[in-house]
């Protein structure tokens, strides 16, 4: 090992570390990929309570009207920083429920040859706290600028996307598990589901669908819909 980054949680986790309700985490699974230009890590977490990131940066939970979920993070690691993020380096940390009151969930991150990053999430609008329920959830495409992880650009989509992966020229394919019926992806993009299929969809770099279609059939782990 080269480099580690470190993320201190305030919180106690509860039971065992990936069975029922995890306080602070990082999706090594899906959530950590090696970004096109080679230099960063495109990361996605979340966190209950307070979150110390590498660079001394503090993030709580508290005030949040969904204290049921975690609040879900991106980042992006500047590998040939020991901070990774913050100041002196090109990496940045980014809260992935602003502007959604009633939290999010991510699905998806990777990275361009310019360091921008793709995102994959739902964002929702509302929380029921009698019913421990989002409410007005819509699932978004986003990309996030190389230099501060600001919106470039934020597209509803009608399905929630796993393991968008981008390509040389900044074209990037996404997948899904399919139920039922039409699916819509915009610019005259259309594919009839056929269930228990994986779906993949094409997107330009500018985040517009180029073609869609059913797959293979699905294994016991299911992709969101």
Not at 155 to 182: H, Y
Request: neutral net charge; aromatic residues 8%.
């Amino acid at each position: 090992m080269t480099k580690g980054w470190h993320f201190k949680g305030s919180a106690i986790q509860v039971g065992q570390i990936g069975h029922g309700r995890q306080t602070n985490s990082i999706d090594s699974h899906s959530g950590m990929h090696a970004m096109l230009d080679k230099a960063h890590i495109a990361v996605k977490g979340g966190f209950r309570q307070l979150l110390t990131l590498p660079d001394g940066t503090q993030w709580s939970s508290a005030g949040r009207a969904n204290t049921n979920d975690q609040v879900p993070f991106v980042m992006k690691i500047d590998v040939s920083s020991t901070q990774g993020i913050g100041l002196g380096t090109t990496g940045w940390a980014k809260l992935m429920d602003i502007n959604h009151a009633g939290g999010a969930s991510v699905w998806s991150v990777d990275g361009d040859a310019n360091g921008n990053m793709i995102v994959s999430y739902e964002g929702c609008s509302g929380y029921n706290e009698s019913a421990s329920e989002q409410t007005g959830c819509i699932n978004y495409l986003t990309k996030l600028l190389d230099t501060d992880g600001s919106e470039v650009w934020k597209n509803p989509i009608p399905v929630g996307l796993s393991s968008c992966r981008v390509v040389t020229g900044g074209s990037f394919f996404c997948g899904w598990t399919m139920t039922s019926g039409t699916v819509d992806f915009g610019n005259s993009v259309t594919v009839a589901s056929v269930a228990s299929t994986v779906g993949i969809v094409k997107f330009n770099n500018d985040g517009v669908a180029q073609w869609a279609k059913s797959t293979a059939s699905t294994c016991a782990r299911a992709l969101p819909h």
